[in-house]
């Protein structure tokens, strides 16, 4: 290669760093009164992973600052068990509040964040629960991001069960989707 072709290569790829530079900032991310929504599949089990199910979570959030979110979030989980003294077909949802802190101002963006809510349906005991949680969202566009979540709730059903529920009466949830800024 000749030194003019060398020269050459390497100014077109200086010349890109702006564009690249200018693709990598922060105005895809969400501002303070901004909202978002997100679809996702998700599944359960038990503390053990012996059992569990599977179903559709949708979320409905608000910023209240460029990295706070409140929101609302609902379930609906199908199960199909074969048992003695089990229905076969199983049908569960969970309603809950949400808030999550997100880090960096980058297109990858880790969460933490915390939920209180209920759980409802064939085959659990109606109940409350809260659960800690954490996650991240990868933004492929200006307003468009894959989300990845999972979360600990402990189930209670008074304020006194709460301590002990942490430790006993756990589930995990995992939840994979596609979400929108708006």
């Not at 990295?67 to 076969?88: F, W």
């Not at 409802?120 to 979540?149: C, H, M, P, W």
Request: with cysteine.
């Amino acid at each position: 290669m000749t030194r003019v072709n060398t020269v050459a290569i390497t100014l077109c790829l200086l010349s890109a760093l702006p564009i690249t530079a200018a693709a990598q900032s922060t105005d895809y991310l969400p501002r303070d009164g901004d909202r978002e929504f997100s679809i996702s599949g998700t599944g359960s089990s038990d503390q053990s992973f012996n059992s569990g199910t599977f179903g559709v979570t949708g979320d409905m959030g608000w910023y209240m600052g460029n990295d706070l979110v409140i929101g609302v979030r609902q379930s609906v989980n199908y199960a199909s068990i074969k048992g003695e003294s089990l229905k076969d077909d199983l049908w569960n949802g969970s309603t809950r509040g949400y808030v999550n802190y997100h880090f960096l101002d980058d297109r990858a963006r880790p969460f933490i964040g915390a939920s209180l809510g209920g759980i409802y349906g064939d085959g659990v005991k109606d109940s409350a629960f809260a659960g800690l949680e954490t996650g991240l969202k990868y933004y492929v566009q200006k307003n468009t991001y894959i989300l990845s979540r999972v979360e600990y709730q402990f189930l209670f059903n008074n304020t006194s069960d709460a301590t002990d529920a942490f430790q006993d009466d756990g589930v995990w949830a995992y939840t994979v989707g596609l979400g929108f800024n708006f």
